[in-house]
């Protein structure tokens, strides 16, 4: 059941929202050659806290870190540990923020020092995918649109798309309906409607779309080795189109 978001929960969503975009801010000057994931994630939750939060993942089904760190073929759900990053990685930070009751939850992949050709393409490829997405969030299209288009761009760019891992409508769960895939077709799916609040996280492959699944049952890497790149916002569904929640208006991301 897709639960509509009222004026006042929006306004929640949004302040939730902004923590989590706060974070990005707080960690992104860190990313450098040397730094712990641990390290960013303990950086990402003294700011959560900071603000009267909570950090969603912590202990969300037994998960261990505060934010999710995944370097390289990790595609998602790495965990914290003082795995150094290195010239060449890209990491991304998924970060999510539990405040008065309500989850904002985002993702952004950083280039750790000069990365090779191929890696920053994935990565501005992956956000790309999620703007795309986003042309097609209004009241009266379909899920189906959205999931299409963040498909098509990362196909059309030689990447592959992940079958096992999707987006999700959020509110007071982390993790409410519907299912958001990041591949499928037009016109079909659930019809989008003014309150909706969803989070779309287009996960992308350089290689094949195939993931495995490691020993300590979260971290998920691509199943040949090459990277994956995550890019993810949560919006809500307005009258005319879409705001994004995980966002600073003011500044760049
Ligand atoms: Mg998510």
Request: net charge negative; charged share 25%.
């Amino acid at each position: 059941m897709i639960i509509i978001k009222s004026e006042r929960e929006i306004e929640l969503m949004r302040q939730a929202g902004k923590v989590v975009a706060e974070v990005f801010e707080a960690v992104k000057p860190m990313i450098t050659p040397g730094v712990t994931t641990k390290e960013l994630a303990h950086k990402a939750e003294e700011v959560i806290r900071s603000f009267g939060a909570y950090p969603t993942f912590k202990n969300y089904n037994g998960f261990p870190g505060a934010i999710c760190t995944s370097v390289n073929d990790v595609l998602v759900h790495g965990i914290p540990s003082s795995q150094k990053l290195k010239e060449g990685d890209i990491v991304s930070l998924d970060v999510g923020a539990t405040l008065n009751g309500y989850n904002g939850d985002a993702c952004r992949t950083y280039l750790v020092g000069k990365v090779s050709k191929e890696a920053e393409e994935l990565v501005q490829v992956t956000e790309e995918c999620f703007f795309e997405a986003l042309k097609f969030a209004k009241p009266g299209n379909h899920l189906g649109d959205l999931s299409h288009a963040i498909q098509v761009h990362a196909e059309n760019h030689g990447f592959s798309v992940p079958r096992d891992y999707t987006g999700h409508g959020i509110g007071r769960g982390l993790h409410e309906d519907p299912v958001i895939p990041n591949y499928g077709e037009t016109g079909r799916g659930v019809i989008l409607k003014e309150g909706m609040c969803l989070a779309i996280e287009p996960i992308i492959h350089q290689g094949r779309r195939e993931t495995r699944l490691m020993n300590d049952g979260w971290t998920a890497k691509t199943i040949d080795g090459k990277l994956a790149s995550h890019y993810e916002n949560t919006i809500v569904i307005t009258s005319t189109g879409y705001e994004i929640l995980t966002m600073l208006s003011n500044k760049e991301d």
